[in-house]
């Protein structure tokens, strides 16, 4: 009983600091928002949305150059799996353990052998995808300093855009390790090896967001010739509390038409469950690898 003691331990640490943290920021929003109703916050303050219609008619371009990594470790791969496919056992390890030896064997196929380089592809295109839309979202401007914040925006945008990218690039490499090992079941591949570059890339991806801040809120901008300091209009984002739901997480407006919003705290963006397609979205999301896998491993 007290080896199975030790072995749940692990898992149950993480789970009972994500629950204390959620129970503590649940007091936490609870307390504040009830000073807010009792003190009335928004009293006699004028709200409002904002919005800059250059960032339709004279968008940011969407950086697809960063993109060519994650496409090139792709080709690469699926060039490595052709040379070596006619020479693979009848049996290829598909599974690896702790230590990287191989404990789980499938009959080689297509299926099997490229599985790697179909979860690449798969991978890049979803980043891809979700890159662009989050690209092309609507920005949420602050309605104190419009100009400032759509100035913002644009870089925010395009920053997060490349760290995704790049993101695409680093998982793609660890796809290729777990490949290597698979093609190679004489060779131990270090699990090590597999999990830095996706570690690397969230890092890459983590240190980007915390030096832009949500909407590029950190970003030092040049003065531009000729510009002078933004005075504030007077006006304040809309209070919206009512459409954000489970600790302020989930955003449900069925009057937006927006597909995507930006997070109330964090830094990216989430989907308006209020929307169907954004419902749509998420469930496409969800589905797509869990119909996919068990057709490529069949």
């Known amino acids: 009983m007290s080896s199975v003691f030790r072995f749940d331990m692990p898992g149950v640490i ?19 928002m009830a000073v ?38 792709c080709i690469g791969t ?10 693979l056992p009848d049996r290829i390890p598909v599974h690896f353990t702790g230590s990287g030896s191989a404990d789980r064997f499938a009959a080689r196929s297509i299926g099997t052998a490229f599985f790697p380089v179909f979860a690449q592809a798969a991978l890049t295109v979803l980043l891809l995808a979700l890159t662009w839309l989050s690209f092309r979202a609507r920005a949420d401007l602050d309605p104190a300093r419009p100009a400032d914040s759509a100035r913002r925006h644009r870089r925010f945008s395009v920053r997060t855009a490349i760290s995704l ?34 570690l690397a890339g969230l890092v890459v991806v983590i240190g980007i967001a915390v030096r832009t801040g949500q909407g ?11 510009a002078v300091t933004e005075e504030s209009t007077g006006i304040v984002r809309r209070d919206d509390d009512q ?28 989907v308006n469950f209020g929307n169907p397609r954004g419902v749509v979205l998420l469930l496409g999301l969800i589905l797509t690898p869990v119909l996919i896998v068990p057709l490529l491993l069949h």
Request: glycine share 8%; hydrophobic share 50%; charged share 15%.
């Open 243 to 270: 459409y954000w739901r489970l600790l302020g997480s989930v955003y449900v407006n069925r009057a937006d038409p927006a597909l995507l919003v930006q997070k109330r705290f964090g830094i990216g963006w989430t």
């Open 216 to 226: 590029g809120s950190r970003l030092r901008l040049p003065v531009q010739d000729g």
């Open 78 to 87: 699926t060039v490595l799996g052709v040379l070596r496919y006619p020479s």
């Open 14 to 32: 993480p789970l009972l600091t994500v629950a204390a943290c959620l129970a503590a920021y649940s007091r936490a929003r609870v307390a504040v």
């Open 36 to 73: 807010k109703r009792r003190e009335d916050w928004y009293g006699g303050l004028r709200q409002g949305v904002v919005a800059d219609t250059a960032l339709h008619t004279d968008p940011e371009r969407f950086p697809w150059i960063w993109a060519v990594p994650a496409l090139l470790i």
């Open 165 to 198: 990218l790049l993101l695409a690039g680093f998982a793609n490499l660890s796809l290729l390790a777990g490949a290597w090992g698979m093609w190679h079941a004489d060779q131990r591949v270090s699990p090590a090896l597999i999990l830095l570059p996706i």
